[in-house]
């Protein structure tokens, strides 16, 4: 199974975990992954790949991800009003987003 959406895990039996999104529950495949996964901690994939966040980090990276939602909310309103994409990835630099984040 691909998930698509983050999915916080319940149980891990073996090389399986079951995950939950909302009201839904999912047996998904971890033998792919090369980390260890717990009850609590959260799984997101897509085409690119899968990313597990340890429960003890989900506040953090939350927060970052909604940061970046917030600057790429700017950035595209830039552009609706008439700045180049070129300029609007070196004003609102872009590339060293995250960077800044973990400062």
Request: hydrophobic share 45%; glycine share 6%.
């Amino acid at each position: 199974m691909c998930l698509t959406v983050p999915c916080e895990v319940i149980r891990v039996d073996g090389d399986t975990a079951l995950v939950a999104r909302a009201d839904a529950q999912f047996e998904v495949s971890l033998i792919f992954l090369n980390e260890t996964v717990r009850p609590g901690d959260w799984i997101i994939g897509d085409g690119s790949g899968v990313v597990v966040i340890p429960q003890e980090h989900t506040e953090a990276v939350l927060a970052a991800a909604e940061d970046i939602i917030d600057r790429e909310e700017k950035m595209a309103e830039a552009v609706r009003n008439g700045m180049s994409i070129l300029d609007v990835m070196t004003n609102f630099n872009y590339e060293r987003m995250l960077e800044e984040g973990r400062k």
